[in-house]
């Protein structure tokens, strides 16, 4: 994979509380979501939160901003299931990002038009 970098025990522990945090937050706004690493195993191609439709969750809590690199293995990862690749992103003290290409954007907001009544 272009651009990666060898994940050290510490970074992945920081990922996994990273993921942990969004399933609680997610969980709190009504959504059925669970980590996939506790299930799956690491297979390099499974969403990193499974459970919020459409969507397909790439988590990174990082302090070095790839965002390219982060959508890319997003897209990659997400393949042909027909879900939005999304990048969730955290930097230390910061609140979280969620970053989505333009298209991808377009096409949520388009959405969130239509159940308003406004499209």
Not at 4 to 19: D, N, Q
Not at 63 to 69: G, H, L, P, V
Not at 90 to 109: A, G
Request: charged share 30%; proline share 3%.
């Amino acid at each position: 994979m272009r651009g990666a970098i060898p994940m050290t025990a510490k970074s992945k522990e920081k990922g996994a509380r990273f993921e942990r945090l969004l399933v609680h937050l997610l969980s709190e706004y009504g959504y059925e979501v669970r980590r996939t690493a506790q299930y799956c195993g690491n297979t390099g191609d499974a969403a990193d939160v499974e459970g919020l439709p459409y969507i397909h969750i790439e988590a990174k809590h990082q302090e070095q901003a790839r965002f390219y690199d982060y959508m890319e293995q997003a897209v990659r990862d997400s393949g042909k299931t027909g879900r939005i690749p999304t990048v969730f992103y955290k930097k230390n003290n910061h609140e979280i990002l969620v970053i989505n290409r333009f298209e991808d954007w377009m096409e949520l907001y388009r959405g969130y038009e239509k159940s308003k009544g406004e499209a």
